[in-house]
């Protein structure tokens, strides 16, 4: 199994990933922060070191556990743009993705 299929249903290793291939092994907790789109629920979840926040408000923090895994792979198949918040990262780096593969492809890109 490659690394992309590893992390696809994982939104804990979802962010990880994205933190290392934005930011190296660097490891800080409050600099990256993941909005999807969800298109049929006109709302975004954002994925940060915190868990998964969500809501038509954004009102509410989920862990990263089992429960949050089950909950982000119920919404896949609904995921529309992707943007990536970056604070003292790459400053040329690609932030905004049309949809999940494409994200995917940038962050397990060697």
Do not use: C, W
């Amino acid at each position: 199994m490659n690394h992309k299929e590893e992390i696809r249903n994982s939104p804990f290793l979802v962010h990880v990933s994205t933190r290392i291939h934005y930011y190296g092994v660097e490891q800080r907790k409050y600099d990256l922060f993941i909005e999807i789109e969800i298109i049929e629920k006109k709302e975004k979840i954002t994925l940060s070191s915190e868990g998964i926040s969500g809501g038509k408000y954004g009102n509410y923090i989920q862990k990263y556990d089992n429960q949050t895994s089950g909950y982000f792979y119920e919404l896949i198949q609904n995921f529309g743009k992707i943007n990536i918040k970056l604070f003292d990262g790459k400053k040329d780096a690609k932030t905004d993705f049309n949809n999940y593969e494409e994200f995917l492809d940038e962050i397990t890109s060697d």
